[in-house]
DNA sequence: CCTTGTGAAGGGGTTCACAGCA
DNA sequence: TGCTGTGAACCCCTTCACAAGG
């Protein structure tokens, strides 16, 4: 028995998964400029960040260096993209097809990192049918079909706050385990459910705080 | 001599500061709602945090609370928003004019919360005196003259990965502490500038890692 | 000499638990 | 009784420092 159904984290800290993705890309443009090996200390200057972070970070998830010289930037790439499950795509469906809806339809940057937007959905009968990028609003409704047909496994929510919460409690219900949220608003989801804010109001609050003295 | 140069964070750990705007958030809609007193028990599952957590926050910046009643909703809710400087209006500039700026210009949700964007910037000198919004958009040039005439104390980048280096750098020049990077990267600023990065990239791929397994 | 991997030490934030007070 | 404010305990992440190895 490898692991208890419990074991949804392993034991890795949170905060060391919030890094892996920057290391990635930190990675991957290492890899373009075809750097072959990086230390911790090289890494930890691109990144902002210590060097003993960054290979106790990595230390979580296997041996990638070797003593002497650093890390195969390749070799490390691709293990850390295999840890992220960045090796498979990813369907999503986008709620709410207003102006920020359309915009993140439209946003060429998902799928380059494998991250498709594979449904659109809205509450308001005028939306409904209309063609925006390749996809065609459906009505809330269809979301569980949907979802299950096209193994939809991350919601990403662009409707006001006050639907917001309604429509994650959709989305979870459906058994989506991964929102995305473009609301403001910090949802309640039940454990086991991950949710990332995407909120530029609350990152400018939290500036000001600092502003204020100068 | 009240306090140091230094003393740019007083002794308030940074995270209780990224907290803060979310009870601003939660205060006003409880206000907005005509509540009256909240406890920090209550306040506590809105915001899915510990009571104790709450009160330790709040108890940095003064004694909000009234025992055996809680916190009068409206009284807090004004002192938060001063102590995060919300109480006057700020100033910034939007550097990059492509999709996702025009996006961000015709964003409407900046103006009621007090961040106005007053002025707009792009290197292509194709982009150059076009009308965006009520804006015209600038050359980089222009970059510190406007900064001081408006005074703009925030850089919002909205440039390619491969610029937002430079761009920043050059809002570092101009005296701008605080920056809103919507670009792909995690930019290297000196002591005392503060960066909010809005990355979904990011967000979505250390969602990833937990969806993995199952 | 250089850099990894890692136990151990250290530090900082969270939670506890209770005094204080309405 | 109910809830705040807060020192102290706790816990977890970060940093240190060094053995191991190229």
Request: charged share 20%; glycine share 10%.
């Amino acid at each position: 028995m490898p692991s208890k159904p419990t074991d949804i984290t392993d034991d890795v800290p949170e905060v060391v998964v919030l890094r892996l993705p920057q290391y990635v890309r930190a990675l991957g443009e290492l890899f373009r400029q075809k750097v072959v090996v990086v230390s911790s200390q090289q890494l930890g200057i691109q990144l902002q960040m210590t060097p003993a972070q960054i290979r106790k970070d990595l230390s979580y998830f296997g041996r990638f260096g070797k003593q002497g010289r650093g890390y195969p930037v390749g070799y490390l790439l691709g293990e850390l993209r295999q840890v992220l499950g960045l090796e498979r795509k990813w369907n999503s469906c986008l709620v709410g097809v207003g102006r920020l809806g359309r915009a993140i339809i439209n946003y060429p940057g998902f799928t380059p990192e494998g991250f498709n937007v594979v449904a659109a959905f809205d509450t308001a009968p005028s939306e409904i049918g209309e063609t925006i990028g390749s996809l065609v609003v459906q009505p809330i409704v269809e979301l569980e079909r949907t979802i299950k047909e096209q193994d939809i496994r991350i919601g990403i929510v662009a409707v006001p706050a006050t639907k917001a919460q309604e429509v994650i409690d959709q989305l979870v219900r459906c058994g989506v385990k991964a929102i995305l949220n473009y609301a403001p608003t910090g949802p309640q989801v039940p454990e086991g459910v991950r949710v990332r804010n995407v909120d530029p109001i609350l990152a400018l609050q939290s500036m000001t705080y600092y502003l204020k003295s100068d």
